[in-house]
């Protein structure tokens, strides 16, 4: 089975800009969920989609926002960028379902720049 | 809401040696623990889970362990190699009809041969 992956994989952007990140999961996952990793912060919960609604939403503004395609694709968008938004996106894939303590697998990510 | 705090950021050992990584989490109702490795430049990749109905679980040179009524679980590799050396996340999840992951801030394990 392939692996998720993610497009870009490198974006580099200037201030004010905006980005579309996708996330393609393992085939047969229904959940997608994204993260953004930075040095100082860690992992931290962007939100996660499942069947093409969000189901929970971490504490970013609301120029971070995303979606999910009827096929489990998944994009995540961030308008108005700021210096701050430089970081490597991850989007994670599972099952999904009730039982949402699915294993989660990671994609290799999306390295942004804003400059 | 979840929060997750790991100890500790920075480990070096000698090849060979145990390491030992500790996380403790504050809501209770959080019922899956995995652990996840990531090497420089690479994704997380899960080494190893454990859920609230069991107190340990070993694979190989890899062990996690759980105290449901502290709060806590840790992670113990034994007999390190130099390809041990990483970052380790830990992380508590609750399945509430939704998936969200909160992660421990990273260990960076450095194993020195």
């Known amino acids: 089975k392939a692996g998720v992956t993610q497009t870009p994989r490198y974006l580099i952007k200037t201030r004010g800009q905006q980005v579309t990140l996708s996330c393609s999961p393992i085939?047969?996952?229904?959940?997608v969920s994204w993260y953004q990793q930075t040095p100082g912060q860690g992992l931290q919960f962007l939100f996660e989609y499942f069947s093409e609604t969000q189901r929970n939403k971490g504490n970013f503004p609301g120029r971070f926002s995303g979606r999910q395609f009827s096929n489990s694709r998944s994009e995540m968008n961030v308008s108005t960028l700021e210096l701050g938004d430089s970081a490597l996106y991850l989007c994670?894939?599972?099952?999904?379902?009730?039982?949402?303590?699915?294993?989660?697998?990671f994609g290799p990510g999306t390295r942004l720049t804003v400059l | 809401g979840e929060n997750v705090e790991q100890h500790p950021s920075t480990l070096s050992v000698q090849e060979g040696d145990s390491a030992v990584i500790k996380c403790t989490y504050s809501?209770?109702?959080?019922?899956?623990f995995p652990w996840y490795k990531q090497e420089l430049g690479k994704r997380p990749q899960l080494i190893i889970d454990i859920r609230s109905n069991v107190g340990e679980k070993k694979d190989q040179r890899i062990a996690v362990t759980l105290n449901k009524t502290a709060k806590h679980f840790s992670l113990h590799i034994t007999e390190t190699q130099p390809e041990d050396s990483a970052v380790y996340f830990c992380a508590a999840s609750y399945s509430g009809g939704y998936q969200k992951v909160t992660f421990g801030t990273g260990t960076k394990l450095q194993v020195i041969p």
């Open positions: 085939s047969g996952h229904r959940s």
């Open positions: 809501d209770s109702a959080s019922n899956y």
């Open positions: 994670a894939s599972s099952l999904g379902g009730q039982a949402s303590t699915d294993t989660q697998y």
